[in-house]
């Protein structure tokens, strides 16, 4: 896996039969929001992720670049 | 196809080499570009990809690589659309397949718009059908919708490896691109490919005029991330230099992001009047003559062209003189740095593009420019004050009226917001909210005032939300007040006759839901005729629409044929999205097919009609549409979901709605009747308010037999006469053959049948005898002559899409939902399914029973298991519903 990691929130639970189609990525629900975390090669590759979440009806409330853990740097 | 989705308000309509949708031809090259030959190649290998994606920034050179591709590589069959800011990329798909030879079954008619409609599955084997590969590239799609990724997917997989789709994007396409990657069917140029490498970025440098040590070339290309256009940003500012090598640490010199830092250098190299002409005319998507002077006061064509030359950001638009449009980046850094240095003078500017767009009859685009400057109440005034609201229904594409209106804030004050709002709530089938808002409306315009354009907006979409009223009376008032309130109108307005017309069907749709279908239909073919053609299109339509169901109502199924035609032709005009089309259109289409016994077709258009809103819809297309829909589910032997769907459908029925509640009690005896339970079909009948209803009348004594029933002499007398409707007519001349039969009055029958087969033939109408008293059907089968005249009665189940004329679905209609299994509560044993084919041999029982080595009374069981499961009574009913079922080899 390669790319950054993004962590992006999107308000509320996600429905399961969304969670069934996002197979790439990591998803953890918090109180109000849920957080889906992947590696995106790049810039076009996150932005069509964040396209994909909204065609699903999901409102992505903030999307935040992952600092590399430090092993990987 | 590219034009329908402009305003109707004049726009020389470009043909479709162009539109402000997008632009067909190959870029040309900037005179500073230098070749990359390393992605070339790595194009030119890819050659049996069938998705060739560019995916990345803007400013990468993603344009300029593919061009150098296509040209240097001498790429055969090719055509490329460059597509505008949001631009629907389907009519620039379709263009260039038809450029390429490929009969996308768009429009032909070189005058008018070609049909936005797309069949992907239709394109696709369009493209498979195809001598050669040909290659598409549509340079900036945005493909953000998972429909839309879904159709493109479709496309490329069923096209036969017959097409090479190139997309030039900024973010990748919802699309299954892992499946791609594992079938290694795509090829990708991403951002690191796109990066220059050192050896690159000095060939792009030295392309720029400067020439530079190789260490400056590594520095500036490490600054910029091997990011194209930083580097002609670098190049630009750093030709100008003495010493550019000198210059160089500056440029990449630590402090802030070399892009803005460049466009600084860029601009502020620019003298003012440039400076100010490039920053002020930034807010327009495409320059076109008229609007730059309406941006700048004064004609800049000539320095602009002069710009174009040696500048890599502005290029003028192909086959466009005049036309200029600056690179997407430069355009964003322009805009930013104007709402930064000028934010009051950006909001001049989009008021100025705005009304220089209104002017020129170009709504949608005016409206943009008031949004952009955040001035929802200026943009709902002009829609309101041009009386657009028939556009903002009509229209549904990205560049359009609705689209630019899409999120506009709820709450603003004024009538005109609360107006919009409802139009854009009925639009989206919600009636309920839209009466709200037209509520709020309502208290904010004065009763007395004069009939302006906001009064009269408001009883216009007042009609419109009536016609969801639960009282029919209620909805006829209201429609009548907008009638009225148009002809006292003080304004005049092209858009006038197609808000009339739509009233008008406000009108004819209470009058029948008040049980007037008559005047209804005088209405509306009042309606339909009058205005001129461009001005009415939305309400000819619809007129249309509702005429042809009327008819199918009566049994006049040839000419419900030819008015649903019409109005599926006038929305291909318009261009308007099937699921966005009347729902009567689609539901004539089914109920014709369903009349005609052509199961599988009237299935399809069932499914397009349930999928269809228009306006909200109205409680008697819905009705009706559900008649359609459970007569196609009990023909396919589903009888208790047909029954079902229509007491549900009755159940939400308003109560005042009883013409309505009529039709579905009738729907719901025959039915009933058809699943054997006349006891039931009686019951219904009871509950039919207007007694005297003909249809009505005749089923209540087909259900009675030999006992007498109440009128059914004078109902009897009606049907049979030649004023009567075809539907009354041969269903009373096969009652009238039934009694005969029963009373052995042989001659008589087959005199009374041959007047219904007379009548029937004309229209093609065979469920009646479907339908029949097994006496009737058995008379007919053993009847020679009148088989053999009226063959066309046992010509039915054409197979879906080639059903004759209209009652094949059109074309134009997107991929169809799931259909519901067909009907068949338990599955065929072996032994059965081959009994069924030794009947449809019509090989008797002795036959049969020798043919399998079993005996006469085996057969029997298995036959009469047959007629359970199949749910008919007769063997040749069963072999009939096997066919439909599919469950025969022919």
């Not at chain 2, 069907?505 to 009042?526: E, N």
Request: net charge negative; proline share 6%.
């Amino acid at each position: 896996v390669s790319g950054p990691t993004y962590e992006v929130r999107v308000s509320g639970p996600i429905p399961p039969d969304v969670l069934e189609q996002l197979t790439d990525v990591e998803v953890a629900a918090q109180e109000l929001r849920t957080v889906v975390s992947g590696h995106f090669e790049d810039q076009a590759a996150l932005y069509g992720f964040l396209h994909r979440l909204r065609d699903l009806g999901l409102d992505v409330v903030e999307v935040r670049r992952v600092a590399a853990p430090v092993e990987e740097d | 196809m590219w034009c329908v989705m402009q305003s109707p308000y004049g726009e020389p309509v470009t043909g479709r080499s162009s539109s402000a949708g997008g632009w067909f031809g190959v870029p040309t090259l900037p005179a500073t570009y230098a070749a990359r030959p390393r992605l070339t190649t790595l194009l030119a290998e890819a050659d049996d990809a069938g998705l060739v994606l560019v995916s990345a920034p803007a400013g990468c050179g993603k344009t300029s690589l593919v061009a150098d591709w296509v040209r240097t590589c001498a790429i055969e069959d090719v055509a490329w659309v460059t597509l505008d800011a949001d631009a629907d990329p389907w009519p620039g798909l379709v263009g260039c397949l038809e450029r390429l030879g490929v009969d996308t079954g768009a429009t032909a008619d070189p005058e008018g718009p070609a049909s936005q409609l797309v069949d992907p599955t239709r394109l696709a084997s369009a493209v498979a059908s195809q001598p050669r590969r040909v290659t598409v590239v549509v340079d900036g799609p945005d493909i953000a919708s998972g429909d839309l990724g879904h159709d493109l997917d479709l496309v490329l997989r069923h096209s036969g490896g017959r097409l090479r789709l190139v997309l030039l994007t900024r973010s990748d396409p919802v699309m299954p691109l892992y499946r791609y990657r594992l079938e290694e069917s795509i090829t990708e140029i991403r951002m690191r490919d796109l990066a220059c490498t050192d050896h690159e970025a000095g060939h792009l440098l030295a392309a720029a005029g400067l020439e530079l040590s190789e260490e400056s070339v590594r520095a500036l290309n490490e600054r910029a991330h091997g990011w194209v256009v930083g580097l002609r940003f670098a190049a630009r500012y750093l030709v100008a230099c003495e010493d550019p090598d000198a210059a160089v640490p500056e440029v990449v010199g630590d402090s802030g992001d070399i892009a803005e830092y460049l466009l600084g250098e860029v601009l502020d190299a620019q003298p003012p009047e440039v400076r100010q002409l490039l920053l002020t005319t930034s807010v327009a998507d495409v320059l076109r003559p008229g609007l730059i002077e309406a941006l700048s006061g004064r004609s800049l064509t000539r320095a602009l062209s002069m710009l174009t030359r040696d500048n890599a950001f502005i290029e003028p638009v192909p086959h466009h003189p005049g036309f200029f449009r600056y690179h997407p980046f430069f355009r964003d850094l322009l805009r930013a740095e104007l709402a930064y240095e000028a934010p009051d003078q950006l909001k001049d500017l989009h008021h100025a593009a705005s009304d220089w767009y209104a002017d020129n009859g170009m709504l949608a685009s005016s409206v943009a420019h008031l949004v952009a400057a955040g001035d929802w109440s200026d943009a709902v005034r002009l829609v309101v004050d041009r009386i657009a609201l028939a556009e903002l229904v009509r229209t549904s594409g990205s560049q359009s009226l609705r689209a630019r209106l899409r999120d506009l804030p709820r709450g603003l004050p004024g009538p005109e917001a609360a107006l919009v709002s409802a139009t854009l709530l009925l639009t989206q089938g919600e009636p309920g909210s839209a009466g709200a808002e037209l509520d709020k409306a309502r208290r904010e315009v004065a009763e007395d005032a004069a009939i302006d354009s906001t009064a009269l907006a408001l009883a216009v979409v007042g009609a419109l939300q009536a016609r969801n009223a639960d009282d029919p009376r209620r909805a006829l008032e209201v429609a009548e007040e907008a009638e009225q309130a148009l002809g006292r109108a003080a304004v005049s307005a092209s858009a006038l006759p197609e808000l009339s017309g739509m009233v008008q069907v406000s009108k004819a749709l209470a009058l029948v839901r008040g049980g007037d279908p008559t005047a209804a239909r005088d209405v509306l073919t009042a309606a339909a005729r009058s205005g001129t053609a461009p001005a009415r299109g939305l309400a000819e339509m619809e007129c249309l629409g509702l005429l042809a169901l009327l008819a199918c109502l009566r049994g006049e199924l040839t000419s419900a044929t030819a008015l649903a035609t019409r109005a599926s032709d006038i929305a291909d005009r318009l261009g308007i999205q099937a699921g966005e089309r009347p729902t009567s259109v689609a539901a004539t289409f089914a109920w014709i097919a369903l009349e005609r016994d052509e199961l599988t077709a009237a299935g399809e258009h069932v499914a397009v009609a349930c999928a269809t809103s228009f306006l909200g819809g109205d409680p008697a297309t819905r009705a009706l549409l559900a008649v359609a829909a459970a007569g196609h589910q009990s023909a396919r032997g589903n009888r208790a979901a047909g029954i079902a769907l229509l007491e549900k459908t009755a159940a939400e029925v308003p109560e005042a709605d009883t013409w309505i509640r009529d039709r579905l009690h009738l729907e719901l005896a025959r039915l009933r009747r058809d699943a054997g339970d006349p006891v039931g079909a009686r019951q219904e009948l009871e509950a039919v308010a207007a007694t005297d209803d003909a249809e009505a009348v005749l089923l209540r004594a087909e259900l009675s037999g030999p006992t007498r029933v109440a009128g059914l002499d004078q109902a009897l007398a009606g049907a049979l006469r030649d004023d009567a409707s075809t539907q009354v007519q041969v269903k009373g001349w096969l009652l009238q053959a039934a009694r005969h039969l029963r009373r052995g009055n042989d001659d008589a029958a087959r005199s009374a049948l041959g007047r219904s087969l007379q009548v029937a033939a004309t229209e093609a109408l065979r469920r009646p005898f479907r339908s029949a008293p097994p006496a009737v059907q058995q008379a007919l089968a053993h009847d020679a002559v009148l088989s053999a005249r009226h063959r066309w009665l046992e010509a039915a189940h054409v197979p879906a899409g080639t059903a004759a004329g209209a009652s094949t679905p059109p074309a134009t209609v997107a991929p169809l939902p799931e259909q519901p299994p067909a009907a068949l509560v338990e599955s065929l044993t072996p032994k059965e399914l081959e009994v069924l084919e030794h009947l449809a041999e019509l090989l008797t029982t002795d036959e049969i029973a020798a043919a399998m080595f079993v005996s006469v009374n085996t057969v029997r069981t298995h036959v009469r298991s047959i007629l359970r499961k199949l749910g008919v009574s007769r063997r040749n009913a069963a072999v009939r519903r096997a066919r439909e079922l599919h469950l025969l080899a022919s």
